[in-house]
């Protein structure tokens, strides 16, 4: 609810900005050249651009429901007004899986990702979620005194009308953005990357030293210089220079610091991984990956990279769209993150067998889950003739020693 200027009761403590605190605004910086290190030259650099895409990927393009657990058994939703805000189109001008990721990567590099909940005045139900870009507008989150409000161009909004996801926070309030914490770590990479584009503009392959038995004077020697670099920078297919006076050429080539200091970029993606908190193999660094291994990291992938910022989501979505009722009522938000984890058809043939013939799946199911249409006769699920419960056996004796009775 937005609130009214002349109904704020705040304490002492009015629009107190709630600061992300501590040393960790002092970091920062620019590279050699003078470029501000921030989210945009971060961007620049491959790994990390290509890290922050694939995390705000998985996360889009994740199903996301309502169900509600009543009994024991759950259900899916498809009827609710939220469910239709989360999974397809959350405002008028976004599809779900835009929002989806451009809500992570403002939690990705700015520490805080913000909407604001849109409710219709007569029944107070949420009509859409629309997104706050904190490069057009400014946002605060003030201490009343009595809870967190947000002040955003000037307007104050309660909370629980605000979507407010946190990155790395220390003191659960506000969020600071990876680049303000990686600002060092990135930098090198960026001077790095603008050595690098200096060294191939400026040197090359193409630099190197001509020496004389004969001394020159020096217009001489710029004659000379000028009249080779002529000659080998030429488009010809074949270039073939001449030195008189028994010159020689000597090509002048990287030394080892150099070569080593080129090679930094093959570091820094494994630097990227560990700020964003994502597999190497996942940026295409393959140095430790195998066939044997790969589907392993795939899950560490989901559970470490992915699955804390669902449950950051889910704890929003679930606390500020859904009402106290409908909480108690047994509604929340489910985000599917086992579309994540597909593997290649056999071993996913070998997974959905064995719950089907363990009796954990119906065959019917496993079709939903494939995207296939049901069959009649493959709802009930399958139990194994080995694998019974001590209530079926008691049951099948007694019936065996009843039959026995009888015949006698």
């Known amino acids: 609810m937005l609130f009214d200027s002349l109904d704020l009761a705040f304490s002492e403590k009015r629009n107190q900005p709630v600061s992300s605190g501590g040393f960790f605004n002092l970091f920062g910086g620019a590279t050699k050249s003078g470029k501000p290190i921030n989210s945009n030259t971060a961007l620049t650099l491959s790994a990390f651009y290509n890290g922050v895409n694939i995390l705000c990927n998985d996360y889009a393009k994740l199903p996301k429901s309502i169900y509600r657990k009543t009994d024991g058994s759950r259900k899916k939703i498809d009827n609710h007004s939220l469910s239709y805000l989360v999974s397809k189109k959350p405002n008028s001008y976004m599809t779900a899986y835009t929002f989806d990721k451009v809500m992570l990567l403002s939690a990705i590099l700015k520490g805080n ?225 086992n579309s994540l984890l597909q593997s290649d058809k056999t071993t996913q043939a070998d997974y959905f067998s064995k719950l089907i013939f363990c009796g954990s799946m119906t065959r019917n199911e496993v079709r939903e889950l494939l995207e296939y249409n049901p069959i009649d006769g493959l709802d009930a699920p399958l139990t194994p003739v080995n694998a019974q419960t001590l209530e079926h056996i008691e049951a099948k004796l007694n019936e065996l020693k009843q039959k026995t009775q009888e015949n006698e």
């Open 113 to 337: 990702a913000y909407a604001i909940k849109v409710k219709d005045e007569t029944t107070q139900r949420t009509t859409s979620i629309e997104f706050i870009d904190q490069q057009k507008k400014t946002v605060q989150v003030l201490d009343s005194g009595k809870g967190l409000v947000y002040k955003i161009d000037g307007k104050l909004y309660d909370s629980d009308d605000i979507i407010h996801v946190l990155g790395f926070t220390t003191n659960g309030i506000v969020g600071i953005g990876v680049v303000t914490m990686a600002a060092m770590s990135l930098g090198v990479n960026l001077n790095a990357q603008e050595y690098a584009s200096e060294y191939y503009e400026s040197k090359g392959e193409g630099i190197g030293v001509v020496t004389t038995a004969k001394p020159m004077d020096g217009d001489a020697k710029t004659r000379y210089s000028d009249g080779l670099s002529t000659r080998l920078s030429s488009k010809d297919k074949f270039k073939v220079a001449v030195l008189d006076e028994m010159g020689s050429f000597q090509h002048i080539k990287l030394t080892p610091q150099e070569s080593q200091f080129l090679g930094t970029h093959k570091q820094g993606v494994v630097e990227v991984a560990r700020w964003l908190n994502i597999p190497p193999h996942k940026l295409k660094s393959l140095d430790n990956a195998t066939f044997s291994n790969i589907e392993h990291q795939e899950i560490a992938h989901v559970s470490d990279s992915i699955l804390p910022w669902i449950k950051a989501f889910k704890a929003e979505y679930d606390t500020k769209l859904l009402t106290k009722k409908e909480i108690e009522g047994g509604y929340y938000f489910y985000f599917n993150h």
